[in-house]
Nanobody, 120 residues
Framework: QVQLVESGGGLVQPGGSLRLSCAAS????????MGWYRQAPGRQRELVAV???????NYADSVKGRFTISRDNAKNTVYLQMNSLKPEDTAVYYC??????????????WGQGTQVTVSS
């Protein structure tokens, strides 16, 4: 009933920028926290950034000062602006959202993942 669709991944050179988007659709009543996670080959999935329904943000130390998370509640969309990209940012990026559906239940939902590759 709820789907999160990601877009914006791709191949960029070190120092470049990308903007990821994740749009939620379906029988949504409200969305609480939203976030971005990433997983590189051979590594654990890690939290990149989160944003609360009130707009408070937190970032992993590795991306602080380079990445910015934001959300557009009217569009049920969360964004991740990634600047000054480094090769170590290469990973599959997943969006996550805690969503209340109109039927009254709530759960965490995940996007399909989008590949970000930073390479010269």
């Amino acid at each position: 009933q709820v789907q999160l669709v990601e877009s914006g991944g791709g191949l960029v050179q070190p120092g470049g920028s990308l903007r990821l988007s994740c749009a939620a659709s379906g029988s949504i009543f409200s969305i609480d926290n939203m976030g971005w996670y990433r997983q590189a080959p051979g590594r654990q999935r890690e939290l990149v950034a989160v944003i609360t329904s009130g707009g408070s943000t937190n970032y992993a130390d590795s991306v602080k000062g380079r990445f910015t998370i934001s959300r557009d509640n009217a569009k049920n969309t969360v964004y991740l602006q990634m600047n000054s990209l480094k090769p170590e940012d290469t990973a599959v990026y997943y969006c996550n959202a805690h969503i209340w559906v109109v039927a009254g239940s709530d759960d965490d939902y995940w996007g399909q993942g989008t590949q970000v590759t930073v390479s010269s």
